[in-house]
């Protein structure tokens, strides 16, 4: 019913830049907050940032200052801007969001993406 897809990844050198893409699309009335996780080989999916309906961000501790989200209501979509990668960025990276589908579905439901691998080289 809902669809993430994430676009944009892709190997980069390290000190370099990518930007990443998560389009949502199916039948819904609205979006919440929206996010990106990031998974790392052997490690767990940890949260990068969230990005409000309203625009207002929030950052996990080590992306701060480098990484930039954004969304655009119209399109529903949201952006990951990374700047100044290191090789510890290297990961598989997921779109979260909360949807509110509307019609008789109460409440707000929770959809990811399939993921898109960034590779940070040293």
């Known amino acids: 019913q809902v669809q993430l897809v994430e676009s944009g990844g892709g190997v980069v050198q390290a000190g370099g830049s990518l930007r990443v893409s998560c389009v949502a699309s199916?039948?819904?009335?609205?979006?919440?907050?929206m996010g990106w996780y990031r998974q790392a080989p052997g490690k767990q999916r940890e949260l990068v940032g969230t990005i409000t309906s309203g625009g207002s961000t929030n950052y996990e501790d080590s992306v701060k200052g480098r990484f930039t989200i954004s969304r655009d209501n119209a399109k529903n979509t949201v952006y990951l801007q990374m700047n100044s990668l290191k090789p510890e960025d290297t990961a598989v990276y997921y779109c979260?969001?909360?949807?509110?589908?509307?019609?008789?579905?109460?409440?707000?439901?929770?959809?990811w993406g399939q993921g898109t691998q960034v590779t940070v080289s040293s």
């Open positions: 199916g039948r819904f009335f609205s979006i919440n907050a």
């Open positions: 979260n969001a909360e949807v509110v589908l509307g019609y008789s579905y109460i409440g707000s439901f929770e959809y």
